[in-house]
C-alpha cells in the first residue's frame, strides 16, 4: 500500500525567505504525486503533479517541487514567501489510474510579516 | 472552469439522524469522490463513483452509503448519524484520463 508522510505538521517563515514543505512516500510502483493547497474556508486546489516526466515540477504562484526516487522525496519549494501562501499544503500519492489519492496529514505554513 | 458545488456549508444535526449531502459537478466528469477532513489526519476516501449507479468503497467507507443517479450527481448519506462523523465532507470530480482531482467547497458537518 502506498503511504505519505509530511515532516511537518506546522512552518513558520518570514514574508521573502524561502519555504520549504517536505514529503516523503512509499510506493510499491512509479507513483503520480501530486501537492494540493487548502486556504481556509476553500476547497482544495492543485499545485502542481508529477506524472513520470520531468523530476523537478513547476505549479502555480512560484512553486516547485522535485521527484528523488533514491530519497522516496517530494518536497515543495518556493524562493520567495508571500503573505498570500498562509495556508495548509498536502502531499498527496496516486494508486492506480488517479481514482486512490492517498494524503499526508497536511503541513500548515503561516507567513510573518 | 470547472465547479464542483456541495449543497450546504454547514450542516448540524441530531444522533440517529440521516443526513443527505449532495454534490454537484459541471464538467461531466466520469468519476465522483466523498472525503472526510480531520485535523491531523489529511483527507480519506469513503467512496467514489467511476459512473452512474456504480461505486467503490474507499477507505473508511463504515456508516456511510452513496448514490449516483445522474452523473453530474454525487450523494453521501449517513443512514443513522453518530457524533464521530461529526467531521469537514469533501467532494470532488475527475475526468478518466486526467489525474486532477476538483474538489468542491466542503461541507462541516456537526452531530450533537
Known amino acids: 500500500a502506498q503511504s505519505v508522510t509530511q515532516l511537518d505538521s506546522h512552518v513558520s517563515v518570514s514574508e521573502g525567505t524561502p519555504v520549504l514543505l517536505r514529503c516523503n512516500y512509499s510506493?510499491?510502483?512509479?507513483?503520480?504525486l501530486f501537492w494540493y493547497v487548502q486556504h481556509p474556508n476553500k476547497g482544495l486546489q492543485l499545485l502542481l503533479k508529477?506524472?513520470?516526466?520531468?523530476?523537478l515540477v513547476k505549479g502555480i504562484n512560484g512553486f516547485e517541487a522535485e521527484f528523488k526516487k533514491s530519497e522516496t522525496s517530494f518536497h515543495l519549494t518556493k524562493p520567495s514567501a508571500h503573505m498570500s501562501d498562509a495556508a495548509e499544503y498536502f502531499c498527496v500519492v496516486s494508486e492506480g489510474q488517479g481514482n486512490k489519492l492517498v494524503f499526508g496529514a497536511g503541513t500548515i505554513l503561516r507567513v510573518k510579516s | 472552469d470547472v465547479k464542483v458545488t456541495q449543497s450546504s456549508r454547514y450542516l448540524v444535526k441530531r444522533t440517529g439522524e440521516k443526513v443527505f449531502l449532495e454534490c454537484v459537478q459541471d464538467?461531466?466528469?466520469?468519476?465522483m469522490f466523498w472525503y472526510r477532513q480531520d485535523p491531523g489526519l489529511g483527507l480519506r476516501l469513503i467512496y467514489f463513483s467511476y459512473d452512474v449507479k456504480m461505486k467503490e468503497k474507499g477507505d473508511i467507507p463504515e456508516g456511510y452509503s452513496v448514490s449516483r443517479e445522474k452523473k453530474e450527481r454525487f450523494s453521501l448519506i449517513l443512514e443513522s448519524a453518530s457524533t464521530n462523523q461529526t467531521s469537514m465532507y469533501l467532494c470532488?470530480?475527475?475526468?478518466?484520463?486526467?489525474?486532477?482531482?476538483?474538489f468542491g467547497p466542503g461541507t462541516r458537518l456537526t452531530v450533537t
Open positions: 510506493s510499491s510502483y512509479s507513483p503520480s
Open positions: 470532488a470530480s475527475r475526468r478518466t484520463g486526467s489525474y486532477e482531482q476538483y
Open positions: 464538467m461531466d466528469h466520469e468519476n
Open positions: 508529477y506524472t513520470s516526466a520531468a523530476t
